[in-house]
């Protein structure tokens, strides 16, 4: 079946403006998380979801950031008034259940870069 | 809190041979489990093996095993015959039990020399 899909592949933004990243899910997967990866470095959790419980947004850096998701499905990842350093790649993965074992499955990722 | 260590950003091996890649965490949880992940220089993020903090069994997938020691607290990942396609960003991992929130170390670089 199909993977993990994001959309866009990449971002060229201006500093100050607003950016919106999608994922799509794999069909039936209840857990949804967002992550960052800076360049050269390793992936940074920003938020995650399962199912209609609150997410988990103790990763998210600042108030700028935030994520939404409709029930088990599309989650948008939206950076507001984006600053240089928000430049990276943000990956999403979904999972089955949240349990162990749980295996994480990743998107290809959406290369932001910020001017 | 909980953290992950890998003190190796770039490891380099012979093709055909096997190559350790270590992996150290911290954690106050009782129950936890550990990943290890590759990613090419494509980008993705590819899963390769789990090891869960209550297994006794160190945990194996093909040429990939996870030599875990729990004393110790590491979570090595060892790669047998190790091939060209080896060659890739490495990540180790940890969650906590039913926990969504992951923790990756920085990674180390493996290049497999012909």
């Known amino acids: 079946g199909a993977g993990v899909s994001q959309s866009p592949s990449n971002k060229v933004t201006e500093k100050g403006k607003d950016v919106e990243l999608r994922c799509d899910p794999i069909?039936?997967?209840?857990?949804l998380y967002w992550y960052r990866q800076r360049l050269g470095q390793g992936l940074e959790f920003l938020i995650y979801f399962q199912g209609n419980s609150a997410p988990d947004k103790s990763g998210l850096p600042s108030d700028r950031f935030s994520a939404e998701r409709t029930g088990e499905s599309v989650s948008t990842l939206t950076i507001q008034r984006t600053q240089q350093e928000d430049s990276a790649v943000y990956l999403c993965?979904?999972?089955?259940?949240?349990?162990?074992?749980?295996?994480?499955?990743f998107g290809p990722g959406t290369r932001l870069t910020v001017l | 809190a909980q953290k992950i260590t890998q003190t190796q950003p770039g490891m380099f091996v012979q093709e055909k041979e096997a190559v350790t890649l270590d992996c150290t965490y911290d954690?106050?949880?009782?129950?936890?489990?550990l990943f290890w992940y590759k990613q090419p220089s494509s980008g993705e993020m590819i899963f390769l093996i789990y090891?869960?903090?209550?297994?006794?069994q160190n945990a194996t997938e093909g040429r990939y095993s996870l030599n875990f020691q729990k004393a110790r607290k590491s979570a090595n990942l060892v790669i047998s015959a190790s091939q060209l396609g080896d060659s890739a960003m490495y990540f180790c991992a940890m969650r906590g039990l039913n926990a969504g929130k992951s923790t990756f170390g920085d990674g180390t670089t493996l290049t497999v020399k012909p």
């Open positions: 069909s039936g997967h209840t857990a």
């Open positions: 993965a979904s999972s089955l259940v949240v349990s162990q074992p749980d295996t994480q499955y």
């Open positions: 954690t106050s949880d009782q129950s936890y489990g």
């Open positions: 090891q869960g903090s209550y297994d006794e």
